[in-house]
């Protein structure tokens, strides 16, 4: 490796960071929409309303998931790891980096993942810039 992976990164770094938070803030908004509407209604007894309370809980289950990554990516942004596949050290191409910010793993890394666990989509759920309000 003839650069560093900050080197790498640094005329991007501004823009990621951006797009780190803005999905932060998305998500933000997203979870407490949610959690108001599992607060502000009662324990449901119709089946359907029951189907579509477990749907709202997963999705606030998956909207703190993803909080939980954006949270991480800014943190090993600001010490300067960021952009490092977790599985098998490389880097991370700039712009699989552009579409999901948050992802710690390589392509290939995580073609092997997603092979792995065919039923968790979970993790493919964040949304790209484009799916942004
Ligand atoms: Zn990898």
Do not use: K
């Amino acid at each position: 490796m003839h650069t560093t992976s900050n080197d790498r990164l640094t005329h991007f770094l501004p823009r990621l960071r951006t797009a780190l938070s803005q999905l932060r803030e998305f998500r933000l908004q997203q979870l407490a929409e949610l959690d108001a509407e599992i607060d502000g209604t009662a324990t449901p007894v119709d089946p359907a309303d029951i189907a579509r309370r477990e749907v709202t809980i997963n999705l606030a289950a998956a909207a703190r998931h993803a909080l939980a990554d954006i949270g991480e990516a800014l943190s090993l942004l600001a010490a300067g790891h960021y952009g490092r596949c977790r599985g098998c050290g490389a880097e991370i191409p700039i712009e699989l980096l552009q579409t999901i910010p948050t992802t710690r793993w390589c392509s290939s890394c995580r073609q092997r993942l997603t092979r792995r666990r065919p039923q968790n989509r979970s993790r493919e759920g964040t949304p790209t810039r484009a799916s942004l309000p």
